[in-house]
């Protein structure tokens, strides 16, 4: 003969209450989580409108001296296109070129939701759209927050001029850029007008 278990009315009511306290924990884990992205993301969105004002504003400097010490007419165009936004209520991808004669490149910002906001750097010439040209673009760096809710760059990994996750200095993204731009003007001369004799 067997018997039957006991009616153990407590162990349900304790069972429904862990169930339950499990429940709201996870709504609240969630409701945390989401509160962090949206403030990750308008941070996002804060930073890479800065960087790329501070990016123009210090290649426009460079620029000037480039000019003075080399000759030739190095131009800064920001913003020089429009702006992106993917997705709809994502960051803004924005770009910034320099022009040297024939060779431009463009620096660009990248950014998906929840991941870090990364700075390219894209060769090319004034025509290459027109002629199809396949343009390769270079990771430059990427932007961490600071406790003041500042950004800094830091190094990508297998960059040959500095370790990996060290901080980047501003003026080390535009050289890099200058550098690539200089490199790609001599494989398309610049034009006699836009150079400017030193006397």
């Keep these: 003969m067997t018997t039957s278990r006991p009616l153990d009315w407590e162990e349900l009511f304790e069972y429904y209450s862990g169930v339950e306290s499990r429940r709201l924990a996870e709504e609240r884990h969630y409701a945390e989580e989401l509160a962090a992205l949206e403030d990750f993301e308008a ?3 804060r930073a890479t409108e800065q960087v790329m004002e501070d990016l123009q504003r210090h290649a426009q400097e460079r ?3 480039f000019e003075e010490r080399t000759g030739h007419s190095l131009s800064v ?8 936004q993917v997705p709809q209520d994502g960051p803004e991808i924005r770009f910034l070129s320099l022009t040297l004669g024939e060779a431009r490149v463009h620096i660009y910002s990248s950014h998906t939701p929840g991941g ?10 004034r025509n ?10 270079e990771p430059g760096a990427f932007l961490v927050r600071l406790p003041d809710d500042s950004y800094e760059l830091r190094y990508l990994q297998g960059d040959p ?3 990996m996750g060290t901080r980047m200095p501003l003026d080390g993204l535009l050289f890099k850029a200058f550098r690539m731009l200089v490199q790609w003007a001599e ?6 007008r836009a150079r400017r004799v030193n006397r």
């Design 63 to 65: 620029s000037e001296i």
């Design 187 to 192: 494989m398309c001369p610049v034009p006699a």
């Design 77 to 84: 165009e920001y913003p020089s296109g429009p702006a992106i």
């Design 128 to 137: 290459s759209l027109s002629h199809n040209q396949r343009l390769l673009s």
């Design 161 to 163: 001029d500095g370790q």
């Design 43 to 45: 941070w996002s969105r």
């Design 116 to 125: 870090l906001i990364h700075l390219h750097l894209l060769p090319s010439r």
